[in-house]
């Protein structure tokens, strides 16, 4: 009697191709001088008053950099201890989602997270002038975070208040060591949150009317 083998990993296509871009962008920085690897950081990175002022013609410079910035931010991290959590947890959240919606309807709903993120970064710009540059994909997987949830738990709305409260009482209260850097993109994790969690029923439902269509 044979056995099927398992793959170790057992991962959806654009989750593992979201890791290596990730990886990849990571370890190009790594070889880059630390000089060149801050200024990749530093245009690639989201910041909301620099966007804001590109968006509204008050800002010359770097005009492509800053409008692609919402997406870019997403492919960068401070560290490899940051990428290997964000990966971690893209790893764990995105497959389960990928296999529900497909790869296309993931890719967007991915992406539109990490919109969802950096405009939860230029609401909290707005409201308390804050001059910060965010990086990497953790607002993005909240999302993925949010989405998983929606669909696993019916009553979701004490998970929900526990991961916004608990974001923002890092945000406010730091992480120990940190010192006057502010550890987390506070905001990002809860606007890419609420932007998996709220809109996960748009994509799944035209997954699930294609599913009945080629049934």
């Not at 990993?9 to 890791?19: G, K, M, R």
């Not at 497909?102 to 001059?131: M, P």
């Not at 709220?198 to 599913?211: H, I, N, Q, S, V």
Request: glycine share 8%; with cysteine; hydrophobic share 55%.
């Amino acid at each position: 009697m044979s056995q099927t083998s398992q793959p170790m990993i057992n991962a959806t296509p654009v989750v593992l191709a979201l890791i290596a871009v990730n990886v990849a962008v990571h370890a190009i920085r790594l070889l880059l001088p630390a000089q060149w690897s801050d200024i990749a950081a530093t245009l690639g990175g989201f910041s909301a008053p620099w966007f804001v002022a590109t968006v509204m013609g008050m800002q010359p410079d770097y005009i492509i950099f800053q409008l692609l910035s919402p997406l870019t931010y997403a492919f960068l991290h401070a560290d490899l201890l940051h990428l290997t959590i964000n990966m971690a947890f893209l790893l764990a959240f995105g497959t389960a989602i990928e296999r529900r919606l497909g790869r296309l309807r993931f890719v967007a709903l991915y992406l539109i997270c990490g919109l969802g993120a950096a405009a939860a970064s230029v609401a909290l710009f707005y409201y308390s002038q804050e001059q910060t540059i965010i990086v990497g994909a953790s607002g993005a997987v909240s999302g993925l975070f949010g989405a998983v949830l929606r669909v696993t738990t019916r009553r979701a709305w004490a998970a929900i208040a526990i991961f916004i409260l608990s974001n923002m009482i890092i945000g406010y209260t730091g992480l120990p060591g940190a010192g006057t850097v502010r550890a987390i993109a506070w905001e990002a994790h809860i606007g890419g949150f609420l932007t998996g969690y709220l809109l996960l029923p748009l994509f799944d439902g035209a997954a699930r009317k294609l599913e009945r269509n080629l049934s």
